[in-house]
């Protein structure tokens, strides 16, 4: 990844590659640390904010999951499969039964339309 980030450092997802590399050999501080650093400059960016707030909630930074999922949600109207898991998931850990119900119930209408995304995959993370 760094090879790929000094190649093109204007595809910022690469950080986030990064930082998901980085949190699956353990390096979970580093991988936060790459997040804190690049998160205040790709706000504007629909990949950047989408693959931080994975990392984030999987890395166990709730707040900044929100915060990344929120901006999505508010600045961008495209509603991939991946969306609807990061919102059931957000959903779920407020309470929100009912959202994250509603949220894999456009899954698997996703699903049963045959729509790109992998939105089986995101249904089986919710189940």
């Known amino acids: 990844m760094d090879k790929n980030i000094a190649l ?5 997802i690469f950080n986030t590659f990064k930082g998901q590399a980085l949190m699956l050999q353990g390096k979970k ?10 998160d205040p ?12 707030a994975k990392l984030h ?3 166990g930074n709730y707040r900044t999951f ?7 949600m508010a600045n961008f109207p495209d509603r991939p499969p991946i969306l609807f898991w990061l919102n059931s998931v957000n959903d779920q850990m407020n309470g929100n039964h009912e ?9 698997l209408e996703s699903y049963k339309s045959v729509a790109s995304g992998s ?8 189940l």
């Open 99 to 107: 959202g994250a119900l509603n949220n894999l119930r456009e899954l």
């Open 66 to 72: 929100v915060y990344q999922l929120q901006r999505l």
């Open 29 to 38: 501080d580093e991988a936060a640390a790459i997040l804190e650093h690049s």
């Open 8 to 12: 093109d450092p204007s595809v910022v």
């Open 57 to 59: 909630y999987y890395l």
């Open 41 to 52: 400059f790709y706000s504007d960016d629909w990949f950047y904010l989408r693959e931080s």
């Open 119 to 126: 939105p089986a995959w995101f249904t089986a993370f919710v």
